[in-house]
Structures are given as structure tokens and as C-alpha cells.
């Protein structure tokens, strides 16, 4: 069973650029997390879908932070601008419905804003 | 409000010895999920196991081990023999209900000396 994707693994940009990140869940997950963890902490919860649907974005900076999962399938994290702050590993993971509640991460994707 | 925390930053040990890695918790809820999960180097979280708050027998999985115990509110992790291989960074993490967000200790790095 193929785990989950993410793109692109590294990506370096300045302050106030713009970047996206991939992520394709395990198939069959019908839940889907963005995480973000900054260099020395625990991941902390971006934005959690159901399928297609947000359940819980209350700690998304939404000002400079969106994210989509259009088809319940795969989703796109979005930051515009980039603030320094933003430098961290952003983690997607997913979990299934009738599962255990455990949840399946991808190996992350490393932002360095300069 | 949940919050899980590991006082122990950094742990090194020598290989082959035994090390017990801290994580106490805090929820007003009576049904609560535990977590552990290892990240190593490649950064990708790795699940390796699930508590139910009704369910306080440990568990022995090889080398490793758990004590659970809701009256210390501690989910502790125990590596016997220590080998290079278990150096990474050991995450506990609580969840209230299935498919909801995991809240995340700060982590504990493990280094393994040969």
C-alpha cells in the first residue's frame, strides 16, 4: 500500500513569495491533516478535512495560509506571502474512517524562508 | 483544553542499555486516545502505538514496552537494549475522539551511542 505523497520535499524562498505543497493521501482515507512543525517542537494541527470539507482550520493563520482538497482526494496547502516565521517541515497526513485513529504521515515538506 | 508533555529534551544513552522516555498528559475528557511515534532523520512520523483510556494493560511490542497509568496520567515508553537504529526523535500525542486532530508533546531526541 503506497503511503502518503508529498511535494516537493525542500523549496527555499524570500519573504513574501509565495509557495504550495502537494499532498496525496493514502487511498481510502477519507481524513486529511496539514501539519506544521517548526525546528525543535511538536507538529502542530494547520487545518483537518473530511473528504472534501474543512472540520477544524481554527489554528490556520488565514490572512497569508489557504488550503483546498477539491476532489476529497489530494490537497494543496498554500502560503501568500511568506512570512520568516513560516520556516518549518509541513507535514500532510491522513487516517481512516473505520481505523484505529491513528494517523499516517508523509515524509514533509522542508520550508526555508530567507 | 488537551496538553501533552515530555520534560526529557534530549536523552543519550549507550547502546544496549534500557531508557524510558516521559509523557504526561492533561484532558478534562474520560475517553482519550495515547499515541507514540518515532521520527527519524528523514522526518517522516512513524506510528507505533495506540492507547484507549479504558484500556490500562501495558504493552510489550520486541524491545519495546508501555506503562500506561491513569492515575499519574503518564504513558511512558521503555526501550530495552538500546540499539543506533532507535536515535530519533519520540513524539507522544492524545487525541480526544477518532479521526480528530493529535495535540503533540515537544518530543524527545534519543541518541543511541555504539
Known amino acids: 500500500e503506497a503511503g502518503v505523497a508529498q511535494s516537493p520535499r525542500y523549496k527555499i524562498i524570500e519573504k513574501r513569495q509565495s509557495v504550495a505543497f502537494w499532498c496525496n493521501p493514502i487511498?481510502?482515507?477519507?481524513?486529511l491533516y496539514w501539519y506544521q512543525q517548526i525546528l525543535g517542537q511538536g507538529p502542530k494541527l494547520l487545518i483537518q478535512?473530511?473528504?472534501?470539507?474543512?472540520?477544524?482550520d481554527s489554528q490556520l493563520p488565514k490572512d497569508r495560509f489557504s488550503a483546498e482538497r477539491l476532489k476529497g482526494v489530494d490537497s494543496t496547502l498554500k502560503i501568500q506571502p511568506a512570512k520568516l516565521e513560516d520556516s518549518a517541515v509541513y507535514l500532510c497526513?491522513?487516517?481512516?474512517?473505520?481505523?484505529?485513529?491513528?494517523?499516517?504521515f508523509g515524509e514533509g515538506s522542508r520550508l526555508t524562508v530567507l | 483544553a488537551q496538553k501533552v508533555t515530555q520534560a526529557q529534551t534530549e536523552i543519550s544513552v549507550v547502546e544496549k542499555e534500557d531508557v524510558t522516555l516521559d509523557c504526561v498528559y492533561e484532558?478534562?475528557?474520560?475517553?482519550?486516545?495515547l499515541f507514540w511515534y518515532k521520527q527519524p532523520p528523514s522526518g517522516e512520523l512513524v506510528f507505533l502505538i495506540r492507547?484507549?483510556?479504558?484500556?490500562?494493560q501495558n504493552e510489550i511490542s520486541g524491545r519495546y514496552s508501555w506503562n500506561f497509568q491513569k492515575s499519574t496520567s503518564s504513558f511512558n515508553f521503555t526501550i530495552t537494549a538500546s540499539q543506533v537504529v532507535d536515535s530519533a526523535v519520540y513524539f507522544c500525542?492524545?487525541?480526544?475522539?477518532?479521526?480528530?486532530?493529535?495535540?503533540f508533546g515537544k518530543g524527545t531526541r534519543l541518541s543511541v551511542i555504539a
Open positions: 484532558t478534562r475528557d474520560t475517553t482519550y486516545y
Open positions: 478535512f473530511q473528504n472534501n470539507g474543512v472540520v477544524d
Open positions: 497526513a491522513s487516517s481512516h474512517d473505520r481505523g484505529a485513529g491513528e494517523l499516517f
Open positions: 487511498s481510502g482515507h477519507a481524513t
Open positions: 492507547r484507549n483510556s479504558f484500556d490500562e
Open positions: 500525542a492524545l487525541s480526544v475522539r477518532r479521526n480528530t486532530p493529535l495535540v
